[in-house]
């Protein structure tokens, strides 16, 4: 059965950081891309940033671009989201998933994997 477990989260003061992981299991991932969203409380859940197959492309949106980095590394079959200068504005839910293409891709219905969320707490 496959699962992503999502880790790292947690309460941070404005100005910090975090860094999350994504550890998948039940089949290997490192043939397809993945990505971060997350959810904040009365939104929809949103994009954050997403990776290639490879880890060689990757794009962000403008929210988070210059301050978070995503990469993975398909040996571990994990994928990690480094976020610096964390805002208020960031908290919310942080989701892995995985999507059915090589490539990263920003649209929420093209993911078919879904971790449960970490929590994640800016605090001004």
Do not use: H
């Amino acid at each position: 059965q496959v699962q992503l477990v999502e880790s790292g989260g947690g309460l941070v003061q404005a100005g910090g950081s975090l860094r999350l992981s994504c550890a998948a299991s039940g089949r290997t991932f490192s043939s397809y891309g993945m990505g971060w969203f997350r959810q904040a409380p009365g939104k929809e859940r949103e994009f954050v940033a997403a990776i290639n197959w490879s880890g060689s492309s990757t794009s962000y949106a403008d929210s988070v671009k210059g301050r978070f980095t995503i990469s993975r590394d398909n040996a571990k079959n994990t994928m990690y989201l480094q976020m610096n200068s964390l805002k208020p504005e960031d908290t919310a839910v942080y989701y892995c998933a995985v999507n059915r293409y090589s490539s990263g891709r920003s649209r929420f219905g093209e993911y078919d994997y879904w971790g449960q969320g970490t929590q994640v707490t800016v605090s001004s």
